[in-house]
């Protein structure tokens, strides 16, 4: 067993990355046949509220392993973990320092949320750029879409990498975490939870399109 990495980045804070790796850390462990280590390595450290919160209620039902962790220990933490797990997702910091360069080189995928904003996709230049130079993939994720906003087609016609599936603008994502839960948990059947387990199975097949590529060119 050695995990895919999954690494959530952006430049830009407000994006929502916290948001969308808790809820796709909690999809993808719910079926019990993937098991997931979650990292925040953002200093602001809400993710690891969050996990206080769902650790305190959920006990030993949690299907979460989790880690928060800085500096040097980023790599050997992960190199630690991948061995034990299917998937890690980490939750980087809000700018391209040492440890967000750490942990988009040791993933299989970045994925980047972003508003459908200018602002947001502006931001996401730098997040890129490193991206690039690490030669690591990248998928973009549009976060609390509006559906009738006219922006949000003008900003995805622009855009290369990005998902088919995104993230509405839904209370319930927010109301979800401060439970300790993930909404495909709290709401199995909203339409926000099969939002969360649609982008959770576009990221895994592309995940395996890709492994499945390297395996056939080795």
Known sequence: MVAKIITIAQQKGGAGKTTMAAHLAVSWASSGKRKVAIVDIDPQGSLTQWYKVRDMHLGETNRLTFATISGWRVRSELDRLKYTHDL?????????DAEARTAIRAADLVVIPLQPSPVDVWATGATIALCKQERVPVKM???????????????????????ANRFGNR????????????????????????????????????????????????
């Not at 890690?88 to 391209?96: E, R, W």
């Not at 549009?142 to 990498?161: C, D, F, W, Y």
């Not at 927010?174 to 059947?189: D, K, S, W, Y």
């Open 88 to 96: 890690i997702v980490i939750d980087s910091p809000p700018h391209t």
């Open 141 to 163: 994720v549009l976060n609390r879409v509006h559906p009738q906003a006219k922006l949000t087609e003008a900003v995805s016609g622009e855009m290369i990498g990005l998902t």
């Open 171 to 218: 209370v319930i994502f927010a109301g979800a975490l401060m439970q300790g839960l993930g909404v495909t948990e709290a709401q199995p059947n909203s339409i926000a939870a099969n939002e969360v387990r649609a982008l959770a199975k576009e990221i895994m097949t592309y995940l395996n399109r890709k492994t499945a590529e390297l395996r056939n060119s080795a």
